[in-house]
């Protein structure tokens, strides 16, 4: 079953409603893909009348100018999303130290109050189609602070007996997995060979092939799984309405 994330999407939005706040959102160079990215959530925001901020900058800015920028748009804005990667040159970790807990929408911060979105995404794809996770075996491809990491922190929560692989790991941990969650970025890694029938795929990995993007799954994949995330227009739409379902949370809370 191809799992449609619009629908999912759209639920959220409904239950949301109209929200007279504002999100700051801070870019480094223009690569195609972020790209994408951002314009999904500008989307995103005007129907829900959240105004959007975005702040460019190129990729030679240095490590203080990234960081000023970042305190710039967390003081203006009701939440704040620093797209990843960051240049090679960038200490990460110091540029997300910068973003103030109560504005945090990815949940990346050194005390984040907000579960990521593309973990969030996955916990309400599961719980949508009513997955057993309790017991099962889960396979993340991936460990990145964005979709691998939280997605298996997620599933463990649940109950899953989870094992994480590198990109570039062999693949044979996917034969027997019950539940998959791909976030590798390495378009089709993954074939139909690699899974059994009836497998949950929940494809978060994207990459740009031939000026389009695509997962981590081959297509092919969905005649063998029970649901399967398309790239795009699987977990993507829902990651997005999460970041708003998380700004709303926080500018309640604060």
Known sequence: MILDGKLIAERIYTSLGHQPLSLGILMIGADPVTSSFVRAKERAAARLGVIVERDTLSESATQSEIEDAVGSLAARTHGLIVQLPLPEHIDTERVLACIPPEKDVDGISATPRVRPPVAAAAEEILNAESVQVFDARAVV????RLVGKPCADVLRDMGAHVTVLQKGDVLDALKDADIIV????????????HIKHGVVIIDAGTSESSGKVVGDADPACAEKAS????????VGPIAVAMIFKNLVALSRAS
Request: hydrophobic share 40%.
């Open 227 to 234: 649901v399967f995330t398309p790239v795009p227009g699987g």
């Open 182 to 193: 791909l976030g590798a970025g390495e378009s089709g890694m993954v074939k139909p060979e």
């Open 141 to 144: 491809v991936g460990a990145g």
